[in-house]
C-alpha cells in the first residue's frame, strides 16, 4: 500500500449484484410465495370442482334450508324432524355454547380449589391434589369422556331406582334429573329486577371505591352488592305474586314424571371436561399464588391486616395478574375440547354437523362453518379476556 | 475481664450451657404430624377426610385391579361372578386375549414381527438419544431423525426393501445438485466462475436422476415385504405411529412458520400468522374432519386414509409447534442476531449455527410437553374410523366372548395404566431436561 488508502471500486457506490439486495430478495421470494399459493389454491379449486362434478355435490348453502329429518336429543331450542338443517347447525352451535359456559364456570371453581389445596400446609390435601393433577393430566381428554360416560354414567341404576337427593335430584341411566322451573305471567320483572340489581350494585361498589380514596372511609361493598343483587330479585318475585314454580320429578313406576332431565351424554361431557380442564387451571392458580413474593404477605402481616384481606387485597390482585393470559387460554380449549362430544354423541356443532355432512355431503360448507364458528368463539373470549387483563394488568412508569 | 471460672463465689456460670434439643413434639415424626397433619382443628378435620377419600380412591383401583381380579380363563365364564362364586374385580384374561388386538389392531398375526422390530429399534435409538451422558448424540439424531422413519415405513407398510432408500438418495443428489448449480450460476454472474461447484452439481444431479430412474424401472424392486395396508393397523401402534409422525413433522413446520412470523416480509409474515392462527383457532376434531373430508376434493387421486390423518395431526402439531418456538427465539437477546450480523453470516447461517440452536434448548421442555399433548390427541383419530388403542379397546368391548359386567371397567384400566405410563414418563423427563438445562442460571 503506497498512501494507506483502499483501492477504489469503480467510485460512487460499492456494487452489489442485484439479487444480493436485500430489497431484491425479498420481493423475489414473496413473489415465490404468493406465486406457489395461488398455484395450491388454483389447484385445489379446479380439483374440487371436477371431484364435486363428479360425485353430484351442488355447492353453496343452499342446503341449509332443506329437511333435516333427524332426532336431535337435547335442544334448547323447538326442534322438529321436519325442521331444516340450518336450524338444526343452531341447535348444534347453543349446545356447545351451553357446554362451554357450564364447564368454564365449574372447571374455574374446581380449578382454584385445586390450586389453593395443592399449596395447603395440610400434607395429605396437598397430596390428593397433587396426584389428582398427575392423573387426570395424563390421561387423554376423550378416554375420560368414554369413562364417565361408558364406565360411570352407565353403571347408575335403571329409572325405577334412582338414587335421589333430598327427593329433588334424581340420577340414573337416563341423566340427571333436576327441578324445572316454570314461568308464568309476571315473572319477567324478576329478570328486569336482576339486572337492575347488578347495575346498580356496580354502581355502588365504584362509588364506594371513589368514596375510601377520597375520605378513607369504607363501605360494606360485599354485603351491599350480594343483598342488591339477590335481594331485588326476591323483592320482585314476592310483589309480583310467585309467578315462578318449580316442576319436580314425580318418581312413577317405571320412570320419572316431570322436572328438566340432564341428558347423561351432557352430563359426562360436563364432568369430563371439567375435571380435566380444572387439573390444568389449578397448576396455573398454583404458579400465579407462589409468583407473589413472599415478602408482600408478609408486609400486609406488619401493616396489621387479617389473613383474608391479606389474601383480598394483596395476594390475589397479584396472582390474577399471573393468572389470566393462560386462564384465557385455558378456557378456549375448554371450548374446542367440548368438540369431543362426537365420541359419545352429544349433540353439539361437530356432532349435529357431522350427521348433516354424512346426509348430504356438503363437507366444504359444513367444515367451514364449523372453523368460522369456532374461530368467532375464540376471538370473542380472548378479546373479552384481553380486556379484563388489561384491566388488571400492573401500570409501570 | 474477669475470669468467671476462677472465682466459685461468682454467680454467673463458668461455661456455656449446651443447648437443649427442641421439644419432642416439634421434631421427628411427631413434630412433623403435628406441622403438617393436625395443625388446627380444620386442618385436623380435613385430614381425616382427605385420608378417608384417599385410601377409598387408592383401595378401589388396587382391590380391583390386583386383589379381586381373576387372571386366568379362556371365555367369559371366568369372569363371572356367579361362576367364580365370588365378586369378581378385574378380568385381566379379557386383556391377554385381546392383547394383540390392543396393540397391533387387525395387523396379520404372521407379520407381528416387523412392527416388534420397529419397535425395538425404535428403542435402542431413542434410549442413548435421552441419556445425556451416552456419545455421539450426533450420529444417534440423524439415525433417528433421518435414517429411522424410512427404515420405520418400509418395515411397517411393507414393499420393496431398498427402493425407498434409493428414493430418498436420489431426490437428495438431485437437490444437492441443483444448489451447487445454483451457486455455480451466481459465482458466473459475479464474476469468477467456479467450475468446481458446475463439476460437482452436474455430477450430483446425473447420479440423482439415475438412482430416481433406476427406481422407476422396477430393477430393485424384486426383494420385498409383503405390503400390510394402514386399513389393518391399529392399536398402540397406530397411537405411537400417528403421534411420532406428527411431532417429527410438526419440527420443521414449526420452525418454518415461527421464522415467517418474525420475518420482515409482509406477504411471508401475513401468511404465517394467517396459518397459525386460523389452525390453533379451531379444535383438532375439525383438522382431522377436514383432512378426511375436504382434502380429497383439493388433490387429484384421494391419498390414503392414514395419510390424510397424519397430514392433518402434523398441520395441526405444526401450528402449535411455531408458538412454541416462537417464545424460544423471543427469549434470543438482541445481542446474538446483532452479534451473527457483525460476523457477516447471512440469514440462514444466522439462524441455524447461531440463533436456532438455542432457541430450541430453550423449548425442549416444552416440545416435550407438545408431545404429550399429541400423544393424547392422537386418541380422536378414533373418530374418523382410525382404530388406535382406545378404538381397539371399545372394539373388543363389543365381542360377546368377554361380555361380563367387568369387561367394560378392565378395558378401562389397562388403557388408562398405558396411557398414564407413557405421558408421565414424558413429562419425567421434562422437568429432568428442564432441571439440566437451567445449569446457567441455578445459583
Known sequence: MTDGTLPARGGGAPKVAFFNDPKVRSLIFQGIALALLVFVFYSAASNAVTNLTNQRIAGGFGFLDKTAGFGISQTLIPWAESMSYGRAFVIGLLNTLLVAVVGIFFATILGFIVGVARLSPNWVISKIAYWYVEIIRNLPLLFQILFWYLAVLAAMPTPRNSYSLFGLFFANQRGITVPKPVFEAGSGVIGIALIVGIIAAFLVRSWARKRQAETGQQFPVFATMSG????????????????VSFDYAQQGRFNLAGGMTLIPEFVALTLALVAYTAAFIGEIVRAGIQAVSHGQTEAGRSLGLAEGRILNLIVIPQALRVIIPPLTSQYLNLTKNSSLAVGIGYPDMVSVGGTILNQTGQAMEIIGMWMACYLTISIVTSVFMNWYNSRIALVER | ??????????????????????????VGPIGWVRANLLSSPLQALLTLVGAYIAYKLVWTFVDFTIIRAVWTGADRDACLDEKVGRSVGACWPFVWAKFGQFMYGFYPVEHRWRVDLTGIIAIALLTPLLIPSVPYKALNAVLFFGAFPILAFNLLYGGSILNPWLVVLGWLAVLAGISLLVAYLMSRAEGGANEFLLKYGAGALAAGVAALLIVRSGMFAVPELPVVETRQWGGLLVTLVVATVGIVAALPIGVALALGRRSKMPIIRFLSVAIIELVRGVPLITVLFFATYMLPLFLERSPDAMVRVLVGVSIFSGAYMAETIRGGLQAIPKGQFEGAMALGLNYPRMMGLIVMPQALKLVIPGIVNAFIGLFKDTTLVSIVAIFDLLGGMRAGFTDPQWASPVTLYTGFAFAG????????FMSRYSIFVENRLNTGRRR
Open chain 2, 417 to 424: 395404566i398405558i396411557y398414564f405410563a407413557f405421558c408421565y
Open chain 2, 1 to 26: 475481664m474477669q475470669n468467671t471460672t476462677a472465682n466459685p463465689s461468682s454467680f454467673t456460670r463458668g461455661e456455656i450451657l449446651q443447648p437443649l434439643p427442641p421439644p419432642a413434639s416439634l
Open chain 1, 228 to 243: 342488591l343483587i339477590l335481594g331485588l330479585p326476591i323483592l320482585a318475585y314476592l310483589a309480583a305474586g310467585m309467578p
